[in-house]
C-alpha cells in the first residue's frame, strides 16, 4: 500500500510553522491510515480560528507518527481550534483502540526498524547492550516544521526527554 502522506517533505508549509507530534501505541492497519489520513485531509482543509481558514497541513510516518502543522504567518490556531485536532484524535481511540497520546512511549529506530519502546524496555535494552545513548528517536518535542526537516526530526537516545530517566551503561 502505497501511503501519499507519509513524508515529512509533502508538508509545503514554511520552516517556521508550527507543529505538533502524535504518536500512536502501535503501527497503523492499512484500514486505519485511509481512515485517519481521510479525515486529516478533510480536516485540515476546513480547520480554522475565529472563522478565518488556517493553513495546515500534515503527515504520517512509519504508520504511527502523525505530524500536524500549521503556518502562523497567516494566521494563528486558537486554543479552540488546537483543541479540535487534539478531539479528532481522541476519537481514533473509540475507532480504533488507538491512542496518539500515551506521552510516556518512545519511538525509536531499532535494527533498520521503527519500534515503539516503553521505558522498560529501553532500560533492558541498554542493559542487555542490545541499545545504546546512539539509538536515534523521534524527537517528539519539536514545536517548529524546520526543526524537523533540518535533520531534527531524530536524536541519540541520551539527548532524549527520557534520557535522565534512564542508567546508560558506557563501552570502556
Not at 80 to 92: A, N, W
Not at 139 to 150: A, F, K, P, Q, Y
Request: one cysteine or more.
Amino acid at each position: 500500500m502505497t501511503l501519499e502522506r507519509d513524508s515529512i517533505e509533502n508538508i509545503k508549509l514554511p520552516g517556521s510553522s508550527r507543529v505538533w507530534l502524535f504518536g500512536a501505541q502501535r503501527t497503523l492497519t492499512d484500514a486505519e491510515v485511509v481512515s485517519i489520513q481521510g479525515q486529516m485531509v478533510d480536516f485540515v482543509s476546513g480547520w480554522q480560528a475565529h472563522g478565518k481558514g488556517l493553513t495546515a497541513d500534515f503527515c504520517l510516518l512509519h504508520r504511527c507518527i502523525l505530524i500536524v502543522a500549521v503556518d502562523e504567518s497567516k494566521e494563528a490556531p486558537s486554543g479552540c481550534s488546537i483543541d479540535k485536532v487534539f478531539h479528532l484524535l481522541q476519537s481514533q481511540k473509540e475507532k480504533f483502540d488507538l491512542d496518539f497520546f500515551q506521552r510516556t512511549l518512545v519511538w525509536g529506530m531499532h535494527k533498520g526498524e521503527l519500534c515503539i519502546f516503553n521505558k522498560q524496555e529501553i532500560q533492558a535494552g541498554l542493559n542487555s547492550g542490545e541499545m545504546n545513548g546512539e539509538m536515534k528517536v523521534f524527537n517528539m518535542l519539536s514545536d517548529r516544521l524546520g526543526e524537523l526537516t533540518s535533520g531534527g526530526m531524530m536524536l541519540p537516545l541520551k539527548e532524549s526527554w527520557i534520557a535522565p530517566k534512564l542508567k546508560f551503561t558506557y563501552e570502556r
